[in-house]
């Protein structure tokens, strides 16, 4: 079956930086577009970046443009999210997830990641 897997998340001060990987079994990763998501507390998963099956193509909420940057290794299959500058209001559950497009993977991912934690102190 499908799995994503994130990974590297943790706690940080303001300011520094985050590399997240989400390593993704039992599926062609290179047909898909991939997500980024987050959800902090008390508040709805909401989509943070997006890339495109080749990796041409990106696209980012405007609270994290210019500090996040997402990529993919397709002979690894896994996408990354790399966070810098980070802020307290970058505190979240991120998950990543999978879709068939990028259009559809921003508003319904296919597949899901369990989410990993990255706290950021102030």
């Known amino acids: 079956q499908v799995q994503l897997v994130e990974s590297g998340g943790g706690l940080v001060q303001a300011g520094g930086s985050l590399r997240l990987s989400c390593a993704a079994s039992?599926?062609?990763?290179?047909?898909?577009?991939m997500g980024w998501f987050r959800q902090a507390p008390g508040n709805e998963r909401k989509f943070v970046a997006g890339?495109?099956?080749?990796?041409?193509?990106?696209n980012y909420v405007d609270s994290v443009k210019g500090r996040f940057t997402i990529s993919r290794d397709n002979a690894k299959n896994t996408v990354y999210l790399q966070m810098n500058s980070l802020k307290p209001e970058d505190t979240a559950v991120y998950y990543c997830?999978?879709?068939?497009?990028?259009?559809?993977?921003?508003?319904?991912?296919?597949?899901w990641g369990q989410g990993t934690q990255v706290t950021i102190s102030s």
């Open positions: 997830a999978a879709a068939q497009s990028m259009v559809v993977v921003r508003v319904s991912p296919a597949y």
């Open positions: 039992g599926l062609t990763f290179s047909s898909y577009a």
């Open positions: 890339i495109s099956w080749s990796g041409s193509g990106t």
